[in-house]
């Protein structure tokens, strides 16, 4: 059957099955497009299922019924500035959005930060007031947060907030800013409820929609891309979740990307950055939505993040490597925030409120098993994965399968975590993380796997 684009569905990748009707299963006809990973089920007969299908592939080859690309957003930081020694130029950028500074910090990353010095000069030779409102200590909390609101100072007027980080320290900064505008608490138990009331899926569903203090991202790390994106996440110990406060109005208004600040980072924070970001490069390219124009920006970013982090682990102070990481890293947030994510970064949220696991080592745990279980319909995006890697061009089973291997030899080398068992996972507790896996990650993962499914897939791991 021809769609409007004049070519056959065999063309564009149907998988038809091995008897050319689809496959059958349980009374229902699947049929599955190995370009962009649609899947049509139906319990009516082949030329309906085929139909439906037609109407997916359309809309996911980001097309409508005549051809004409189908409108899309793109979110992204309106000023970016990339390059060593850039933190100097906080200072200039922030003279654009006010005349006070209000700095968030990481708990002991700002001391032993190689820019400092150069940041702090860059405000002093712009005029610019500056102090301490908070600092960020772990994945950020309802309750930090709702202490951090209730003791900043009251007078907001020209006030930019900064935040010099982590991911953490970013997430940190951005949600204050935008909780600095949206909520005004008498006490520290409203501020907590107002911040619930704000949060994806847990309260009343409250919008952010004041804009936020002006908000500069300055990662010092290489891997959350945290600096790219609309949303902050936020756990809740209390009640055991973490959950997104999001907005298009708190991506941040500049982000300052300068390699050389991650020359501080030990090797554990290295490895577990590095291989969040590297998670993300997939996950965001071959999820559900796999928008063109992030897409294309993973095809620059992967190869010389999967070079770049070995050197790195290597030696801290590889310049090349750290270039390439931390420009991986923001293209990975701009790539998840504006396309998805997928299975692994949907298990890791829950594995990191049922045992406190690190984001990014629960990343690398579950990357394997994310690959495994894609491997198949996402073949053709991993095979093209694999070729920008160099080496034999493999087709598309064969280099799916070398780049899984090579994703698994990498976190070998960064030794982390490979058993679920290794962050102190009861057995008796995979099935409460599988039900807690759900949000915007787990829908946005190629294969819809069920729950005994998902239960199957973390005990082959645990
Ligand atoms: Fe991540």
Redesign the pocket.
Known sequence: MANSLGRTFRDIGLNEGNNGKGIRLQGKISLACKVCHVRAVSTRNYQTTLLFLKVFVMKALHQDSEGVRRSYDLTVPPIVRFGSGRIAEVGSIATVLGNRIWLVLGKHSFATCVGRESLLDGFHQHGLEFQEVAHSCGEPTVQQLAKAVRSLPLDRENVVVVAVGGGSTIDFGKALSALATNIDPDTDESAEEMILDRLEGVGRGIPIDTPPLPFVAVPTTAG??AEATRNAVLSCPKRRFKKSLRSTLMVPRAVVLDPSLIGSCNRNVIAASGI?CL??LIESFICRSRWSVPRALVLDAFPDAMTALPSLLKNPLDKAAQSSLVHAAFISGVS?GNSGLGLA?GV?AAIGVECGAS??LA?AALLPVALRVNQKIAENDLARLNQLLGGEVLPAPDGAQQLVERVIELCRFAGTPTRLSEFGLKRNRIPWVAEHSGGNSMRGNPVQLSLTELVQQLESIF
């Open positions: 959350t891309g969040d998670t993300q998840l970064h890791a984001h990014g990343c």
